[in-house]
């Protein structure tokens, strides 16, 4: 491909997928900005937990987005949704999450969160389960389409992948709440019902021990940034009433955390494709760097919207007119680019140490995208109130 197509690429591709993702994310930033004072109330343990959760949504299926495109490429995988490894790869990823998110939750309580502390655990482990099992198969549905349309799922599946995450994360937990709040024995039930539901998923996946084996590597490597993670919650906790006083972050956290979170997933997603198939021998390849200068001219479009969506909703909940953020609009394309760079870099690396950049660099990327933005987002709210 000659720039200009990358360009196009980019633009035709890439950019509607980015744009749909925020969009999406903007539903998710949405109830994040309306309970947010209520959350750090009522139940404050979960904002240690939140960008854990954020991130293991986006590392874990964005991972196995990435994976699934390239066992189509070669063959592995049956262009369906019934294909039985469909199946395997969803329960082995809500295993994948549960564990990391409950040690998040006994962290948070050792710290000395403990207030609703046996109610959050459930909260986690049941949004867990159901939020893994919807967004397990709409990865594998949105590859195969893609794979399906010849359009190069690397492409176009990690923005929907993890911008759908934060979708369901945020209102989901909102949701498990309301209804602790509204009665208690529904809770409870609810709660019992997906617990039943996830052993009845491993029984028929047949997902055994030496399964679960296949994938500790990316078990690990999840758990592993879990605990990463807790950078980002203990900044959210600590700075969450400078956030909620520059009234508009609070609504655009999610987008701005998932946006780069999709630029690193995409340089990563096409960096390990291009590297299985032979088609990178050094790390200045023309190729990718073209890639990524192609996805730089999408950035400031990027940006404008997250500030115009953040200020438009602001106003509708709030009736807050805070104006468009031109802190966040005008810093926004360099640090899209610092993370794509920063993806492309690790994807490389850990490819020459021979190890699986759809299993690592993906989540790796993720995850320190969530803790970049995290504090980008604390640096601009500070810049906003003059903090």
Do not use: C
């Not at 399906?148 to 929907?160: G, H, I, K, N, T």
């Not at 919650?233 to 998932?258: D, K, M």
Request: net charge neutral.
């Amino acid at each position: 491909m000659s720039f200009d197509d990358k360009v196009q690429s980019a633009f035709k591709v890439s950019l509607p997928s980015l744009i749909v993702s925020l969009g999406i994310g903007f539903f998710g930033g949405t109830f994040l900005g309306k309970y947010l004072d209520r959350i750090r109330r009522d139940y404050p343990g979960l904002l240690i937990i939140l960008p854990g959760m954020m991130g293991l949504r986006g590392n874990v299926f964005s991972s196995m987005a990435s994976r699934f495109s390239t066992m189509l490429y070669l063959g592995g995988l049956k262009p369906s949704v019934k294909d039985r490894k469909v199946l395997e790869n969803v329960v082995i990823a809500m295993l994948i999450s549960l564990i990391p998110v409950s040690l998040l939750w006994a962290i948070g309580v050792i710290r000395g969160v403990r207030y609703h502390a046996i109610e959050i655990l459930f909260i986690v482990i049941g949004s867990t389960i159901l939020v893994s099992l919807i967004l397990g198969y709409f990865t594998a549905g949105i590859t195969i389409f893609a794979f399906r349309r010849d359009v190069d799922p690397d492409s176009l599946v990690a923005p929907l992948v993890a911008s759908m995450g934060d979708l369901l994360t945020i209102p989901t937990l909102v949701g498990f709440i309301l209804l602790l709040e509204r009665d208690v024995r529904e809770f409870w039930a609810l709660n019992g019902f997906l617990i039943v539901m996830l052993f009845f998923l491993l029984a028929v996946s047949r997902v055994g021990p030496a399964k679960f084996r296949e994938y500790r590597q990316l078990f690990t490597t999840i758990t592993a940034l879990a605990m990463l993670s807790l950078v980002s919650g203990f900044t959210l906790e600590r700075f969450s009433g400078l956030i909620a006083s520059s009234v508009i972050l609070g609504f655009a956290y999610p987008s701005i955390l998932s946006s780069f979170g999709n630029y690193g997933s995409i340089v990563a997603a096409k960096t390990s494709t291009k590297l299985n198939l032979g088609e990178i021998e050094n790390y200045l390849s023309k190729e990718l760097l073209e890639e990524i200068l192609a996805l730089l001219l999408t950035t400031p479009i990027i940006g404008l919207l997250i500030g115009f969506f953040s200020s438009g909703i602001s106003y509708l909940l709030l009736g807050v007119k805070p104006g468009i953020p031109l802190q966040l609009v005008l810093t926004y394309p360099f640090m899209a680019l610092f993370i794509m760079l920063y993806a492309y870099s690790i994807s490389y690396v850990l490819f020459q140490h021979n190890i699986d950049p759809d299993s690592v660099a993906i989540p790796l990327i993720a995850n320190n995208s969530d803790i970049f933005g995290t504090i980008y987002v604390v640096a601009i709210a500070g810049l906003m109130v003059g903090a």
